[in-house]
């Protein structure tokens, strides 16, 4: 099946500086990747839709420049989270659509849990 | 009211026991649905799609009725490794919606 690859899996950071969070596809094209967050026992919140070449589509709630997220290539999104703050701490997770139709079927990356101390 | 909901559980059941969970939709436009699987700290994985005929896979079941907008999943002969978390996600024009998730624990 399709493969999406999501890096650093772990990442510990101190107040105030900058994550960022890498995800590709390895092997499709993904003109559409999801980034999603998830705290503790609870669901996953989705943040921005990652649109290829052009700006990401945000949810309602997230600070776009707080999170910022690029998707140049159609194998890549990058969300940095920007002056992280504890509160931030999260697992981040990506996700792309195999470009064959509106499905639906998702890939999942691994995710990427930030702890902000 | 949520566009999609789910009894979050947690479902404890012994092992051999079949369960059902059932996750209710609030948009009559939404398209296409799946049941995910996730397991603790893990990223979610497909479990099955989710079609109006009903469809299985060994001793998974799922039904949708659009009717009632609602879809099922039934697991029988439940196994200690079924122990995870089940999403019900609904697609719906571009957007994708994540119900909450219902907690499975299989008791041994």
């Known amino acids: 099946g399709a493969v999406v690859s999501q890096h650093p899996s772990w990442v510990i950071c101190k107040s105030g500086t900058s994550v960022k969070i890498e995800c590709r596809s390895l092997?499709?094209?993904?003109?559409?990747m999801f980034w999603y967050r998830q705290f503790p026992k609870q669901s996953l919140m989705l943040m921005a839709t990652?649109?290829?070449?052009?700006?990401?589509?945000?949810e309602q709630g997230v600070e776009k420049d707080k999170f910022l997220i690029n998707h140049a290539s159609l194998t890549l999104s990058t969300l940095t989270v920007t002056s992280a703050h504890p509160e931030d701490s999260s697992f981040y997770i990506c996700?792309?659509?195999?470009?064959?139709?509106?499905?639906?079927?998702?890939?999942f990356g691994e995710g990427s849990r930030l702890t902000v101390l | 009211r949520k566009e999609v909901e789910q009894d979050p559980g947690p479902f404890n059941v012994p092992e051999g026991a079949t369960v059902a969970f059932n996750c209710t939709y609030s948009?009559?436009?939404?398209?296409?649905f799946f049941w995910y699987r996730q397991d603790c700290r893990k990223e979610p994985k497909l479990l099955m799609s989710?079609?109006?005929s009903g469809n299985e896979d060994g001793r998974f079941t799922a039904q949708l009725n659009r009717a009632s907008q609602y879809i099922s999943l039934l697991i029988r002969d439940s196994k200690l490794s079924d122990s995870a978390t089940y999403l019900c996600?609904?697609?719906?024009?571009?957007?994708?919606?994540f119900g909450k998730g219902t907690r499975l624990h299989i008791l041994p």
């Open positions: 996700s792309a659509r195999v470009p064959a139709g509106n499905t639906g079927e998702l890939f």
């Open positions: 092997d499709f094209q993904a003109t559409t």
């Open positions: 990652s649109n290829e070449g052009s700006k990401a589509t945000y």
């Open positions: 948009n009559s436009a939404s398209q296409s």
């Open positions: 989710v079609y109006s």
């Open positions: 996600v609904v697609n719906r024009d571009d957007k994708i919606i």
